[in-house]
């Protein structure tokens, strides 16, 4: 019996990233579009293209050179550098934001935990010291904030902020878009948020586990007094230490698509990091 045929990591994203862009997207841009390619044809190439890390023309080049690409893709010829571009362009944050639910409940994610967690992604990729030297100052970074199921490691929401600044903003917005994809019993919600002392604010819910930031020097209020005791003991259970798997997760992203963003427009650097979070997804 002969061993089973094995695939391409490629030709797997390229599926996979043309079914859900089926799914969540229409078939045509507008109505008068030229019709030559579907836009779930090429927002599968754009994926294709931060999977590689590779730019469009390089793109262009590779679905040239893998006729199994283009099969997969359902492409009858190959669209110009220019038209991926394009293709970026016009797309939205919430438009990733519905591929990445798409492929969460087609996978029927239904956390425990979800730890999150912000990283940042520097807005050029030329070097620190020389946007120093050219700048006179450190430019700030656009900063990716993702909540992961711990258990599956994949991200069940994702925002965007820049940086520096602290994490307490996108709390609030984690939650909303991870309860879809957290365990519940009826209305009540039976997940737990696991977070760094960063996330430490007035949205803090008494079922989360993220530390108390002491200021002054200690803590006075009863609440943030036994919050601090109910993380201690999750350290001693063994349960925090599942927070650092957000932290594995900003990590692989980074080293395989990129520590910079590669739009240069500011709100396309945005989609950059809300993309990348979605190609991680697919890549699992």
């Known amino acids: 019996m002969g061993q089973p045929k094995r695939e391409s990591q490629l030709v797997i994203v390229a599926r996979i990233g043309l079914r859900l862009a089926q799914a969540a997207l229409p078939q045509y841009a507008h109505l008068k579009s030229p019709h030559t390619y579907t836009l779930p044809q090429l927002v599968a190439c754009v994926l294709l293209k931060v999977h590689q890390r590779k730019s469009y023309r390089d793109t262009e080049e590779l679905l040239l050179a893998s006729s199994e690409l283009r099969t997969v893709l359902e492409l009858s010829q190959v669209p110009d550098y220019s038209t991926l571009q394009r293709t970026y362009k016009k797309l939205r944050m919430v438009d990733f934001e519905r591929m990445n639910d798409e ?16 990283t940042g992604f520097a807005l050029s990729t030329a070097s620190a010291y020389y946007r120093r030297r050219r700048r006179g100052e450190n430019e700030g970074w656009l900063k990716g904030v993702y909540a992961v199921d711990v258990a599956s490691l994949l991200i069940v929401a994702m925002c965007t902020g820049r940086g520096p600044s602290n994490d307490i903003p996108h709390l609030e917005t984690l939650r909303r878009r991870a309860m879809p994809y957290g ?10 948020m696991l977070a760094d002392a960063g996330f430490d604010g007035r949205t803090v819910q008494a ?28 350290r001693l259970d063994g349960l925090y230490g599942q927070r650092w798997k957000s932290e594995t997760v900003n990590s692989v992203i980074k080293r395989k698509f990129g520590s910079a963003v590669f739009s240069v427009l500011r709100h396309l650097q945005r989609r950059d990091a809300i993309i990348k979070g979605l190609v991680y997804n697919i890549h699992r």
Do not use: C, F, N
């Open 183 to 192: 365990r519940r019993r009826g209305r009540r919600r039976l997940w737990v």
């Open 207 to 234: 079922t989360d586990l993220i530390p108390p930031m002491r200021r002054h020097g200690k803590l006075v209020d009863p609440t943030r007094i036994a919050r601090k005791e109910l993380v201690d003991q999750a």
């Open 103 to 118: 492929l969460l409940r087609a996978l029927e994610i239904q956390a425990d935990y979800i730890s999150s967690d912000g």
